[in-house]
Nanobody, 116 residues
């Protein structure tokens, strides 16, 4: 069992920045892949970015150059730094932990709203 707690969402103007954090109940070294996903109203949940314990990252084309995923092993935390935010980034952002045996755990989600 892995508990995930997200924080850092909120309301920001276009062009602004937010930093999301996901803290896990287990060492992130024990988790195969940590990731951030998002779901906008009326749309399917989509991948934003993922990171492995060795630091290998993958990002969606829509966020490349603007969002950065990073891990803090000492704090069992994965962060998503979001810069140059756009209204289309508005969504509920979810943290996901995928274990080596394939099972996944999700956080409760945090709302990000980009609006003037």
């Amino acid at each position: 069992q892995v508990q995930l707690v997200e924080s850092g969402g909120g309301l920001v103007q276009p062009g602004g920045s937010l930093r999301l954090s996901c803290t896990t109940s287990r060492s992130i070294f024990s988790i195969a892949v940590m990731g951030w996903y998002r779901q906008a109203p009326g749309k399917e949940r989509e991948l934003v970015a993922t990171i492995t314990p060795r630091g290998k990252t993958i990002s969606a084309d829509s966020v490349k150059g603007r969002f950065t995923i990073s891990g803090d092993n000492a704090k069992n935390t994965v962060n998503l730094q979001m810069n140059s935010l756009k209204p289309e980034d508005t969504a509920v952002y979810y943290c996901k932990a995928t274990m080596s045996f394939g099972y996944s755990y999700w956080g409760q989600g945090t709302q990000v709203t980009v609006s003037s």
